[in-house]
């Protein structure tokens, strides 16, 4: 009796199918959710309602008081699919006198002859920081991805696309 073994049933453990299936409910509830949320770009406009945008003589008193600088920092860099990433720092100043809520910048690099090679809109103020006070400055850094090896990178410019001022 002591010797002898017993027989092990051997067959699915319920307690792991229950968890597989509480997971999996679990994962749908989420992705539920999550559907329901804006898009960046719908979250972006909510963002900018009421803001300022170029032709309007607004944007063209408020926008001189920008002033956009590009820091020598900026690296290049390959990465592992055998194109460049370029890692753009830059200071965002506002030397005027009216507080910023909002703030969207367009980044390109461009190459000898101002064509654009590569460029991305950048929603600066809420999202780095609440606002934009007079004589304040907003450190900037930014990725822009797929240069090839032969493009001429000549320049980075920086050009605000819309403003709204409290």
Known sequence: MLLEQTEEKKGVNKILIAGGMVGIVLIAVAIFVMSFRPSMEDQMASILEGSFR????????????????TDPRTVQSPNAFGKISMF?????????????????????VVDSFNAVLRE????????????????????????????????????IRWKVTAIRIE
């Open 54 to 69: 170029e032709g309007s003589s607004e944007f063209e008193r408020i926008t001189k008081d920008i002033i956009i600088s």
């Open 120 to 155: 991305k809109r950048v929603l600066v103020v809420p999202t780095q920081r609440e606002r934009l006070g007079p004589e304040e400055i907003i450190p900037i850094t930014l990725s822009l991805d797929g240069f090839d090896k032969n493009d001429d990178r000549a320049n």
């Open 88 to 108: 753009i720092t830059g200071n965002i100043r506002n030397k005027g006198t009216s507080v910023i809520n909002g703030l969207e910048v367009n980044v390109a």
